[in-house]
């Protein structure tokens, strides 16, 4: 089945500090694949996406791009800022075909950014 | 415009309640999904229609009861809960015809006494 593996949290980083957050996935075929963030007390924003090999997906500085080789969609951003302190879920769903498109989530890096 | 609202933002029911959770969105989307998230997890599905019927159901005790009564509206009927039900109810949306992003709601956060 498809499964989704990212980095165990939590992350506590400075500000204007590198991130990373790293992301693997098991699955056939192509899925499309997904970053969503969880502010404190809120529901699930998708942050960006990607549904082919080699894409870039990128919003509000993060990027991530869908390396089918290495299975991955590592999320970045150069300069992180307090308000980006969040829960980041990386996501996939299969290959188009079917309706119901199940969302496989990671089980979440909590982010923490200090002033 | 990519919104989904719920109502109630909060809501705190006894395990002898009768309580509905809703679901709206207005962007012509074909797919409704619920989910139930616990502290520090991701979402767990529940349910999904397609096209205003139920297509999944994950095995959800029948204490939980979902209803689409059109193609912009999404219900969840609670009844007699129990106190580890307490959660956070999300409700997700997506465009059958355009690919595969699901979009969120704020949620429903639940306390169960």
């Known amino acids: 089945g498809n499964s989704v593996t990212q980095m165990e949290g939590p992350v506590t980083l400075s500000e204007e500090a590198f991130l990373t957050i790293n992301c693997t996935y098991t699955?056939?075929?192509?899925?499309?694949l997904f970053w969503y963030v969880q502010y404190p007390g809120e529901g699930l924003q998708l942050l960006l996406k990607a549904t082919k090999a080699d894409d870039k997906g990128s919003n509000k500085g993060f990027e991530a791009t869908y390396r089918k080789e290495t299975t991955s969609f590592h999320l970045e951003k150069g300069s992180v800022q307090v308000s980006d302190s969040a829960v980041y879920f990386c996501a996939l769903s299969p290959p188009r075909g079917g309706s119901n498109y199940k969302l496989t989530f990671g089980k979440g890096t909590l982010l923490t950014v200090n002033p | 415009d990519t919104e989904v609202t719920q109502t109630p933002k909060h809501l705190v029911m006894g395990m002898t309640n009768k309580k509905s959770l809703k679901c709206e969105q207005h962007?012509?989307?074909?797919?409704m999904y619920w989910y139930k998230q616990k502290a520090k997890k991701p979402p767990e599905l529940m349910f999904v229609?397609?096209?205003?019927?139920?297509?999944i159901n994950e095995s959800v005790p029948s204490r939980f009861s979902p209803e689409c009564p059109n193609s912009s509206l999404l219900n969840l009927h609670l009844h007699a809960l129990q106190p580890e039900d307490s959660a956070l109810y999300l409700c997700?949306?997506?465009?059958?015809?355009?690919?595969?992003?699901?979009?969120f709601g704020p949620g429903t956060r639940l306390l169960v006494l």
């Open positions: 962007m012509g989307h074909r797919a």
């Open positions: 699955a056939t075929g192509y899925p499309s």
């Open positions: 229609y397609s096209y205003e019927k139920l297509s």
């Open positions: 997700a949306s997506r465009d059958l015809g355009r690919g595969e992003t699901q979009y």
